[in-house]
C-alpha cells in the first residue's frame, strides 16, 4: 500500500479524532491542525507532526500544505460559537485551507458535508458547505464530497430525552434513517481515498425509525417504552418561531435537526457499529 502524506483538519471533532486513529493504524504520514496541540492525546511520533493554526486565521496556514498530497476536512460547526458564523467557518475556513492546497500543488481534497446538504441548500447550515463545495469541485483539485448520514453522537440527543423518561417526536416516528460511527465513516472515507472527483453518501448497517432509535435510547437506559407523538404542524410552527425570533446561532441547529427528522434521510448502508451499543455504553456515563 502507498503511504500518503496527509493533512487532517478538524482533527479534534467527533469523527477527525477517528479518522486520526485509522490513519495512523494505516501508516500515513499525518500533519494534524488544531488550535490547541493538548486536545491531542498519544502523539504518534512516527506518523503524526501536530500543527498548531486556525483555519478561519489564513496567515496562520501560510505553506501548511507543503509536501502535502491529499488535505481531509471536517471542519463545521454544528453549534455557532466564538462569534463565528457558518459563513466564517464551514465556507470560509475550508476556502483558505483550499487555497493553501492549490497553492502548493497537493492532488485531492477531501471534504466532509452531510447527507442531502446539496437538497437543504436553504438550511443556514447547509448554505455555507454548500457555497464550499460548489468552490471545491470548480477549483481544478481532485476532489472527493462525503455525506455522512447523522453520526452516532448526534443521537445522544434522544437519550438525553429519554433520561427524562420520554421522548418527544414529530409526527408518525415512523421516518428512517440510517447513522454512522465515526470509525466506521473514517475507515469508508480512508478506503475510498484513490477514488476522485466523486459524491460519497454514507450511514451506518442499520436503518432504523425515530421510533426504533427512541426505542433503543429508552431501553438502554432501563425506562419503560414512553413515547409522545406530537403533530407535525407543531415542528414547522417552532422552525418558523426560531427564525422569527431568535438569531441563526441559536435556531441553525435545531432548524437542522427538525427539517431533516420531518423524512426519511437513508444512505448506502456500510459499517459494523450498531447504535444499540453505542447508546448502552453512553448511558453508563448519563
Known sequence: MQHTNILLAGA????????????????????????????????????????????TKPETLRDICKGIDTVISTV????????????????????????????????????????????????????AKEKFVDALKTSGLNYTIVRPNGFFSDMKDFLQMAKSGRVYLFGSGSQKFNPIHGEDLANAIIDNLKD??????????????????????LTSLNKPIKITHLPDFLRRFTIWTL???TSVKTYGPIEFFLTLMADDNVAPTYGKYHLKDYFREEAKTL
Open 12 to 55: 479534534t471533532g467527533y469523527l477527525g479524532r477517528h479518522l486520526l486513529t485509522v490513519l495512523i493504524e494505516k501508516q500515513n504520514q499525518v500533519v494534524a491542525i488544531v488550535r490547541n496541540p493538548n486536545q491531542i492525546d498519544n502523539p504518534n511520533e512516527n506518523y503524526l507532526e501536530i500543527k498548531q493554526a486556525e483555519v
Open 76 to 127: 463545521g460547526i454544528t453549534r455557532q460559537k466564538d462569534g463565528l458564523t457558518y459563513m466564517d467557518v464551514d465556507y470560509q475556513a475550508n476556502m483558505n485551507l483550499l487555497i493553501e492546497a492549490k497553492k502548493s500543488g497537493v492532488n485531492h481534497f477531501v471534504y466532509v458535508s452531510a447527507i442531502n446538504g446539496d437538497k437543504y441548500r436553504n438550511l443556514k447550515i447547509f448554505e
Open 196 to 217: 476522485y472527483n466523486k459524491t460519497i453518501t454514507i450511514g451506518g448497517p442499520e436503518v432504523l425509525s425515530l421510533n426504533d432509535i427512541s426505542k433503543l435510547a
Open 243 to 245: 427564525r422569527t425570533f
